[in-house]
T-cell receptor, first 115, second 111 residues
Framework: EAGVAQSPRYKIIEKRQSVAFWCNPI?????LYWYQQILGQGPKLLIQ????????DSQLPKDRFSAERLKGVDSTLKIQPAKLEDSAVYLC?????????????FGSGTRLTVV | SQQGEEDPQALSIQEGENATMNCSYK?????LQWYRQNSGRGLVHLIL?????REKHSGRLRVTLDTSKKSSSLLITASRAADTASYFC???????????FGQGTRLTINP
């Protein structure tokens, strides 16, 4: 079974530029999550989707971050404009039938560096 | 917000010794999970303990859960250099269907 796919793997941008990350969850997983992990910290949930609806986006900085999950499958997370403090690893995860051992399956993440 | 608080933030021990990490959380949970993360890599699921369980074993790992104190511990016995990594506890609260992570413990095993 394929895992959660994320791209790109790495991204370096200058502050005030825009960037987008893509996630393809495990087939059939209704719930999709985006986490932000700043170096030295634990992952922080940014947004949770159930199918194509938002369940929780309480920690998403909505003035610069946006996310969508069209058709309830793939998802895109966008930052516009980026700030230095957005440098982090962005992890996508999904849950649903055929879940991972903890109920959640994580992608390998996108490492963003803002300079 | 981070629900889990982990202690210690960093731990350095000699190979062969046991490593113990603690996690405290704030709300009622369905289960608590431990993950490992090697530098620059993804999260690896280690073990899950449900709220009605008190202790669970998996190989060299032993996890305890005290729901009255809202705390958990992860014990790694006979540590190896390959155990060097960051370890995170994550709580799965009733009805929330999401994981909330702690800040993690950075474990270093010295050969």
């Amino acid at each position: 079974e394929a895992g959660v796919a994320q791209s790109p793997r790495y991204k370096i941008i200058e502050k005030r530029q825009s960037v987008a990350f893509w996630c393809n969850p495990i087939s059939g997983h209704a719930t999709l999550y985006w986490y932000q992990q700043i170096l030295g910290q634990g992952p922080k949930l940014l947004i949770q989707f159930q199918n194509n609806g938002v369940v929780d986006d309480s920690q998403l900085p909505k003035d610069r971050f946006s996310a969508e999950r069209l058709k309830g499958v793939d998802s895109t997370l966008k930052i516009q404009p980026a700030k230095l403090e957005d440098s982090a690893v962005y992890l996508c995860a999904s849950s649903g039938p055929s879940r991972g051992p903890g109920g959640y399956t994580f992608g390998s993440g996108t490492r963003l560096t803002v300079v | 917000s981070q629900q889990g608080e982990e202690d210690p933030q960093a731990l350095s021990i000699q190979e062969g010794e046991n490593a113990t990490m603690n996690c405290s959380y704030k709300t009622s949970i369905n289960n608590l999970q431990w993950y490992r993360q090697n530098s620059g890599r993804g999260l690896v699921h280690l073990i899950l303990i449900r709220s009605n369980e008190r202790e669970k074993h998996s190989g060299r790992l032993r996890v305890t859960l005290d729901t009255s104190k809202k705390s958990s511990s992860l014990l790694i016995t006979a540590s190896r250099a390959a155990d060097t990594a960051s370890y995170f506890c994550a709580t799965d609260a009733w009805g929330a269907q999401k994981l909330v992570f702690g800040q993690g413990t950075r474990l270093t095993i010295n050969p």
